[in-house]
Nanobody
């Protein structure tokens, strides 16, 4: 069983940066594909970014390309989402998720989920 705990959310101004962290336990991070999702009030959950365990394969939704970066530190069993140039439309609860699948395609089924961390971008 994989446990995921997100942290790093908060209230920031437009244009600011935040780094979300996802601490993993129960499985070696190097064997997991990790994804970040977000859900804003009244909207469907959105697949934001992902990083495959095979290395060199990432995914970003178009709206965050060039602003968000997903990374991992396998030694620390932690995945990060660096978010720069934040916009009001980035406001959402952000969830970390994990899958055994190597693919980062949006159709991948994620088996494990964290509890979420709130990100609010104020204008």
């Amino acid at each position: 069983q994989v446990q995921l705990v997100e942290s790093g959310g908060g209230l920031v101004q437009v244009g600011a940066s935040l780094r979300l962290s996802c601490a993993t336990s129960g499985r070696t991070l190097s064997s997991l594909t990790m994804g970040w999702f977000r859900q804003a009030p009244g909207k469907e959950r959105e697949y934001v970014a992902a990083d495959s365990w095979i290395g060199g394969s990432t995914y970003y939704v178009d709206s965050v390309k060039g602003r968000f970066t997903i990374s991992r530190d396998n030694a620390k069993n932690t995945v990060y989402l660096q978010m720069n140039s934040l916009k009001p439309e980035d406001t959402a609860v952000y969830y970390c998720a994990a899958t055994n699948d190597w693919s980062v395609r949006p159709v991948v089924n994620y088996n494990y989920w964290g509890q979420g961390t709130q990100v609010t971008v104020s204008s």
